[in-house]
């Protein structure tokens, strides 16, 4: 339909359907209507949409969503308040990574089982222009865990593994072998009478799959270094050398590497205690009061000379009210300016059971994670640092 922008008052009208009568009499008195809780149905195929409104993340009863077809370069960090979703389609359009809050829609209780993302440039781990992976010939079904964790450990030895950060297509080897052995895991750990199949319903209509955890809840595969940021969202010098922000990589062709031995450092060129401690400087108190202030949108025409600085935390402070909200993924707390951010590359096929072979296209997705001070981020990093790739 060629739509280029989402209202967002068209978004709210649909928080306000009531049923139409339930009967044919006359008059109408104001008894024969009553508001109801649809499942709302959305598609929003074969559009120009670039963003979505934070709108949208408010419609609890929203059960599919299809965006495919589309020019969407990220959705917002809000996603996860949908938490009736249970069909999701992104598939062609522009995105490089999801946001990590839409995880929680997956794992657990999560509702969302159909996903489909293919066709998007996803940041990835591994190079691809270093030629095609050679396969291991022990990558075949029907190995008992500790015959896949002889070949994990096999593979660890490899020369790539050693390196602080590792882009080597060796990667979604290792990665395939250890989906395996979660799953080998997961289902050992179910009671003997749990199906396995999906089943027909009594009628014959339709199929049921059993989507139990050992296949339905993602799997971590691994992380990308920490970016930290100063309080103005400027990267630190020291980390701008040897750990880009992923969000400021464009070139498609241009992999996040895997963290290796080890924890991202803090920046040594930096004395910012407050993001090292995790208290909220006066500017980011300053920017999250503003961000629901209507003036934001038309900031340069009210403000002229303000700095230049001042008027691009302003702009953002203006976008996060746009999308939703931000909050941090590990503490919840509310931020404008990301302290750190770092790519999580997950399993995440919630509708697929079989275990992946190394080169199938969805083996992971890369989910961007952000944090409101340095202090969540290296607590994430301490909580895992000794699980190896998932450092």
Known sequence: MGIETLPEDAIRLLHHMVHLPRNQSYPYCEDAYESFNPEIKLFLSKNLLTRLPGEITNLASLKVLSLRNNQLTELPHSFGRLVNLAELNVSFNKLRWLPYEMLSLVAGKGKLIGINTSFNPWIKATSASEGPMTRSPGLIRGLSAMQIQEQIDDLLEEPEFQDRSCSSPKIRQLWSLWIQLTIAQRRAALPPDTPMRSTWTED???RVAPHHAWKKDPILLGSSHVTFFETDCTVTLNTS??????STITDPTTPIPVQRNGPTPLPSDSTNTIQQHGARSLFSLALSACSSGLFLSSIDADLPEIPEQVRQMLHLSHDV???GGR?????????????AEWVEYWHCSPDVAGAPRPEDEDLYL????????WGCAVAVQRERGELGLCA
């Open 241 to 246: 050398k040897h750990f880009p922000a992923p």
């Open 204 to 206: 014959g209509s339709s």
């Open 321 to 323: 009210a746009q999308e």
């Open 327 to 339: 909050k941090c993924s590990v503490c919840d707390g509310e931020y404008i300016m990301p302290a």
């Open 366 to 373: 890369p989910f961007l994670r952000r944090s409101c001070s």
